[in-house]
C-alpha cells in the first residue's frame, strides 16, 4: 500500500472517530453553536472503539512519518483541521503531535487554541481582519484565508463590549455565542478610563512566571465546580495603552503609545525571546483542559521558568507610526501596502519606540497595523513579539469613543 493510499485511508478512520464523538470545531470562521476547538456534541466513544481502532496500535516510528506528512502537507484552513483531528485521535497520536506542530513564531501557522495566546512569525506578518456588529456591540477576529478581503477567514477571538459608570469593558472570548466572563473560553479583556484615552489589556492567566495579579473584585475561580485545581484567572495586566491629548484641535491621526508589560524590550532584537506560553490553565477550557501542544524542543518556554525577565530590564514600547501630509491628496498618508482602502482616524501602524534603545533596523519594522476597508470591516496584520490575542486588544482600543483625542 502507497503512502498517498495509506493517508487517505487513515483521514477516512479519523472521519469516522470524529463523527462518532470528536467533532472538530476549531472555530476559525465556522458558524456553529460553539467555537470550541474540540466539542463532545454526543459523549465520548467508548475507550474499546479506539484501542480495536488499527491505527491506535500503528508503530511510533511509521506513525511519526505519516503524522509529519499530514502536518507539512495541511498548511492552510480548512485543511489543516485534520491536524487538530490527529491530536484527538488517542494519547499517542496527541503525543506525537505536541513534539511536531511548532509555535506561530517557528512555523507561521495556527493551529491550536493555544495559538492565539503565541507571538506571531518573525519573519512575516499574519493577516487577519475584524468584523464588528455595532448593534450587537461585537467584534469578531479572523484569520484571513487569501489576499482577498471577501473570504470569510477563520474564526479567533470574540470580544463583547460593557459599558459602565466609569469604564467600558471589552471581554475577550474564544467561543462566538459566548463571551460572558464565568465562561470557560473567556481569555482576558481590556478595560478603558473614564475618558476612553487610557486602556488596559488584562489577560485570564499569567503571562509568565512570576507574574502578579491586579486585584479587584472581577477576580474569579477557574473550574470552582472542581475540588482540585482551582486556579485564579482573570487581571494579569499585559499591556498598557495611551492616547494623546489633542486640546488644541490640530489637525492629524489620533497619537498612541503602549506599554508592553509582559515583552521584554530586547525582544526585538536578533535573538531576543517573547513570553510563549505552552498551555491554558487547568479547566481554563472545556475542551483538552490542560494539554501543553506546543511542549516541544522548539519551543521557548525553558527560558521563562523563573521570573520575568522585564523586571530586570526594560520592557517593550511601542508608538504609532507618524504619517506624512500628501499635498495632492490633502490628507495624512501611511503605507499600508493595500490593506487598508478607507482612510479613517482609526488607521495606525505600530513600531517600536526610541525608548527601547539607539535607533536600529527593528525599529522600522510594523510590528501592528490596523486599517478599515469596510463600514464594519478592518484589518489587523500583527507579527513578533506580540499575540494575536494582544494584537486584538490594542485594536479594539480604537473602537472606543475618543473625544478629547480627536
Not at 330 to 336: K, P, R, Y
Request: charged share 25%; with cysteine; hydrophobic share 35%.
Amino acid at each position: 500500500m502507497s503512502l498517498k493510499s495509506l493517508i487517505q485511508d487513515m483521514r477516512g478512520e479519523i472521519g469516522s472517530i470524529s463523527r462518532k464523538g470528536f467533532e472538530v470545531r476549531l472555530g476559525y470562521g465556522l458558524r456553529s453553536r460553539s467555537h470550541r476547538v474540540v466539542h463532545d456534541a454526543v459523549g465520548p466513544p467508548p475507550v474499546d472503539a479506539l484501542k480495536q481502532s488499527c491505527w491506535a496500535n500503528m508503530p511510533p516510528e511509521l506513525l511519526r512519518d505519516v503524522l509529519m506528512r499530514i502536518e507539512e502537507a495541511e498548511s492552510l484552513w480548512p485543511l489543516r483541521k485534520d491536524v487538530v483531528a490527529c491530536a484527538g485521535v488517542c494519547r499517542s497520536w496527541r503525543d506525537i503531535m505536541k513534539e511536531i506542530v511548532k509555535t506561530p513564531e517557528l512555523s507561521g501557522k495556527l493551529t491550536f487554541p493555544i495559538s492565539v495566546k503565541q507571538p506571531g512569525p518573525r519573519d512575516f506578518p499574519l493577516q487577519c481582519f475584524i468584523k464588528r456588529n455595532r448593534a450587537a456591540q461585537t467584534y469578531h477576529l479572523y484569520l484571513g484565508l487569501s489576499q482577498a478581503l471577501t473570504d470569510n477567514g477563520k474564526f479567533l477571538l470574540a470580544a463583547r463590549k460593557c459599558r459602565r459608570p466609569t469604564c467600558t469593558d471589552y471581554l475577550i472570548s474564544l467561543d462566538a455565542d459566548d463571551m460572558s466572563k464565568g465562561s470557560g473560553t473567556y481569555i482576558g479583556k481590556l478595560r478603558s478610563n473614564f475618558l476612553g484615552t487610557k486602556f488596559t489589556v488584562y489577560d485570564a492567566q499569567p503571562p509568565h512566571a512570576g507574574a502578579i495579579v491586579s486585584k479587584g473584585r472581577s477576580t474569579r475561580i477557574v473550574g470552582s465546580k472542581q475540588v482540585s485545581p482551582r486556579v485564579p484567572a482573570g487581571n494579569y495586566p499585559v499591556a498598557h495603552i495611551a492616547y494623546e491629548l489633542n486640546v488644541l484641535g490640530s489637525r492629524g491621526p489620533r497619537r498612541m503609545h503602549c506599554v508592553m508589560d509582559s515583552i521584554p524590550a530586547s525582544a526585538i532584537e536578533p535573538g531576543g525571546v517573547a513570553p510563549t506560553p505552552t498551555e491554558f490553565l487547568p479547566s481554563s477550557l472545556d475542551s483538552f483542559p490542560s494539554i501543553p501542544f506546543f511542549r516541544s524542543k522548539s519551543s521557548r518556554s525553558e527560558n521563562l521558568s523563573g521570573p520575568f525577565s522585564s523586571q530586570k530590564e526594560g520592557k517593550l514600547v511601542l508608538k504609532n507610526k507618524a504619517p506624512r501630509w500628501h499635498e495632492q491628496l490633502q490628507c495624512w498618508c501611511l503605507n499600508f501596502r493595500g490593506r487598508v482602502t478607507v482612510a479613517s482616524v482609526k488607521n495606525f501602524q505600530l513600531v517600536a519606540s526610541e525608548e527601547n534603545g539607539p535607533a536600529g533596523q527593528e525599529h522600522d519594522k510594523v510590528i501592528l497595523q490596523f486599517g478599515k476597508v469596510g463600514k464594519d470591516l478592518f484589518t489587523m496584520d500583527y507579527r513578533y513579539p506580540i499575540s494575536a490575542f494582544q494584537a486584538f486588544a490594542i485594536c479594539l482600543s480604537s473602537f472606543d469613543t475618543k473625544i478629547a483625542c480627536e
